[in-house]
């Protein structure tokens, strides 16, 4: 089946972002695409007329959650054509943040201190849904 013989009104096409840093989405997603890969769905669909999105998320504390990943995050999927952005900050929830913690430890030590002292703030406030609308750079 092709996206071009399913009834396009019907569902949506969406990619998850965690981050643009290689290095960061082949440790948190090892068995995943590379971002560039995800975003190259996004003007397929949009030339077939379905409807995309990005979910930026979850965003991580000190490593894709700082102004200038999310602004370059933003940028990336406006270019890549997408309808709309979701972005949802990380959830240190039972069984997630244990294994993200091990896996700061190991490989960003100097982050996992930090972030265990702010995790309770790390859920708060939940995914956000926006229509894609930065300003243009000229």
Known sequence: MSISSLEKSAFELGVTLT???ETITRL???QSSSPSERLTLA???QAERIKTFAFLGPLLPDLSDREEDILQLLRV???AGVDFVYADRLNP???VWPALQALLGEHFPHLTGGIAASSSMI???GTTRGSFGLPSAG
Do not use: F, H, M, N
């Open 19 to 21: 981050s643009l840093d």
């Open 77 to 79: 999927v406006k270019e």
């Open 123 to 125: 859920g708060r406030g």
């Open 43 to 45: 003007p397929e669909g």
């Open 93 to 95: 929830r039972y069984g």
């Open 28 to 30: 948190t997603e090892p």
